[in-house]
């Protein structure tokens, strides 16, 4: 655990700073694991450091959007659609569909 420790403080990983009543914490706990060789017996001890946290409530994830009301959920992907638009400075420009030849 104390090799782990060191090397999440070596890398530069987190930083620890005082809690702010404006920012949610992330909470987090070691996770251990012994691995084993192929005749069973112990290679070696594992720690890892995992990050638990809460996202809250499902709104917008991997660009869709996620809208619930009384009468259920609704996925669309039109505010992924509208920031494409914008990025490419398409955002004012008309659709036309051109039917036929």
């Known amino acids: 655990m104390n090799s782990e420790f060191d090397a ?3 890398n ?23 691995k084993r ?3 069973g017996s112990i290679k070696r001890y594992k720690a890892r450091l995992v990050a638990i946290t809460d996202l809250g409530p499902l709104s917008f994830f991997l660009g869709i959007e996620a809208i619930r009301d009384t ?6 992907q039109c505010r992924y659609i509208a920031d494409l638009l914008t990025k ?3 955002d ?9 030849s």
């Open 37 to 39: 060789k192929a005749d």
């Open 92 to 100: 004012g420009v008309n659709p036309r569909i051109n039917i036929g």
């Open 71 to 76: 009468t259920g959920l609704f996925l669309t």
């Open 8 to 10: 999440l403080l070596c």
């Open 12 to 34: 530069q990983t987190w930083e620890l700073v005082p809690p702010s009543h404006h920012l949610n914490a992330i909470g987090c706990r070691w996770i251990f694991k012994i």
């Open 88 to 90: 490419s400075k398409m």
